[in-house]
Nanobody, 115 residues
């Protein structure tokens, strides 16, 4: 089993920044694509950004140029640097990753952008 633990969420003013982290622990033999999704109550969970094992990235159009995804394989940790945040970015942010051929999800961390 693999566990994913997110951190770094919180309340931020419009235009501000946050950095989310997601650390994987457990019986990790292989680590493939990882990513962040976000979900607003009553709506589907949507991909924000993903990064594969060799560092190739993919972003939702709504966050391109503002968010940066990265990973530190030695630390089994995924990051999401979020800049120029706006109220539309308010959501629960969920980390996921493919480990040992299976997809795992974290419990999520709340990001609220409000003045």
């Amino acid at each position: 089993q693999v566990q994913l633990l997110e951190s770094g969420g919180g309340l931020v003013q419009p235009g501000g920044s946050l950095r989310l982290s997601c650390t994987a622990s457990g019986s990790i033999r292989t680590m493939d694509t990882m990513g962040w999704h976000r979900q607003v109550p009553g709506q589907q969970r949507r991909l924000v950004a993903s990064i594969n094992s060799i560092g190739a990235t993919n972003y939702a159009d709504s966050v391109k140029g503002r968010f940066t995804i990265s990973r530190d394989n030695a630390k089994n940790t995924l990051y999401l640097q979020m800049n120029s945040l706006n109220p539309e970015d308010t959501a629960g942010y969920y980390c996921h990753g493919f480990f040992n051929g299976r997809n795992y999800w974290g419990q999520g961390t709340q990001v609220t952008v409000s003045s």
